[in-house]
């Protein structure tokens, strides 16, 4: 959550936790971790070519909680760009994924992010989906904000 809200702070705790992962195999946690370098670096051009690669190693790896992460992340960094094309693309790609019923929430997350409409969700948002709505899509406000200053 810290990369969302706080870009920094957040590149601090990247860094340590690179450290304290160095020389272990804890292979869903390392994806993790570039996950949230990417949630950190979203709106801008950093990291995107990193996503390709790091999408195609959680699908081998058969990591699905990672590759919603992942596409999560991108929407963000989509929704923070405007692009909301590309967040449709991202939210085609998480309603594959939750085709178990797991991470469906995601794709509704990422309906908010892009403040696109969202006529259906299998999601019982606590205090009501405009509220939830409200929060992610001003996390994407607040970083744009930040972007241009």
Not at 87 to 111: F, N, Q
Not at 126 to 143: F, I, K, S, Y
Request: aromatic fraction near 6%; charged fraction near 25%; avoid cysteine.
């Amino acid at each position: 959550m810290l990369a969302f809200t706080d870009p920094d702070t957040a590149d601090d705790e990247l860094h340590l936790a690179e450290q304290l992962l160095t020389g272990l195999d804890l292979r869903a946690t390392s994806f993790t971790l570039r996950i949230a370098a990417l949630v950190r670096d979203a709106g801008t051009l950093r990291g995107l070519e990193a996503a390709r690669a790091l999408r195609a190693e959680i699908r081998e790896a058969g990591i699905t909680a990672a590759e919603a992460a992942l596409e999560l992340a991108l929407a963000f960094h989509h929704a923070v760009q405007g692009d909301h094309d590309k967040v449709r693309a991202v939210i085609a790609r998480l309603r594959d994924l939750a085709r178990t019923g797991d991470y469906a929430y995601y794709a509704d997350i990422a309906h908010f992010m892009a403040d696109l409409p969202l006529t259906a969700s299998l999601a019982n948002w606590l205090g009501g989906p405009d509220e939830v709505r409200a929060r992610w899509h001003q996390l994407v406000q607040t970083r744009r904000t930040r972007l241009h200053t």
